[in-house]
């Protein structure tokens, strides 16, 4: 049975696939003591199609970034989900790093983050709630749109 953090992600038509596997020699997460890092996710879909391609400014709209964002932190909860075995062991989301892949005048990186953000809060409330960092990149793997990484307090 799912717990209540999925519970709240299927009331938002969110179900959790299977967590994408590293495409370089890196691991997807690692735990050290209550913290748990998670590398950055890029915005696949669960078929392994990009949400996103390009940049923002560049063809690439805040509403599709934000969108991308989301992806991307679908797949953050993915990996979690991986590493815990239940979403509902993460005691605070405590910091997202965004990498928005831009062109060099896009200034709106902070409203694209907003996508994974916001979702963190739908899915744990004031738990969910974060430091962050926004930056623009010139490129992202597979020209990704946008891609995030987390760390999480885990019981």
């Known amino acids: 049975m799912a717990g209540t953090v999925e519970q709240k992600l299927a009331e938002q038509g969110i179900k959790l696939h299977e967590a994408p596997t590293p495409v370089a020699n890196y691991v997807p997460f690692v735990r050290t003591g209550n913290l748990l890092f998670v590398s950055g996710q890029v915005c696949f879909d669960p078929a392994g199609k990009l949400i996103a391609k390009g940049k923002l400014g560049a063809g690439v709209s805040i509403e599709e970034g934000a969108a991308a964002a989301r992806g991307c932190a679908v797949n953050l909860l993915a990996q979690v989900k991986a590493a815990l075995g239940d979403l509902d062991k993460v005691v605070r989301v405590v910091r997202l790093g965004g990498f928005i892949n831009s062109a060099p005048d896009f200034l709106d990186g ?46």
């Open 110 to 155: 902070p409203k694209v983050l907003n996508g994974a953000s916001d979702l963190m809060v739908t899915a744990f409330g004031d738990k969910g709630r974060h430091a962050r960092t926004t930056v623009g990149v010139a490129s992202l793997p597979a020209d990704a749109a946008v891609e995030v990484e987390g760390v999480f307090e885990v019981a």
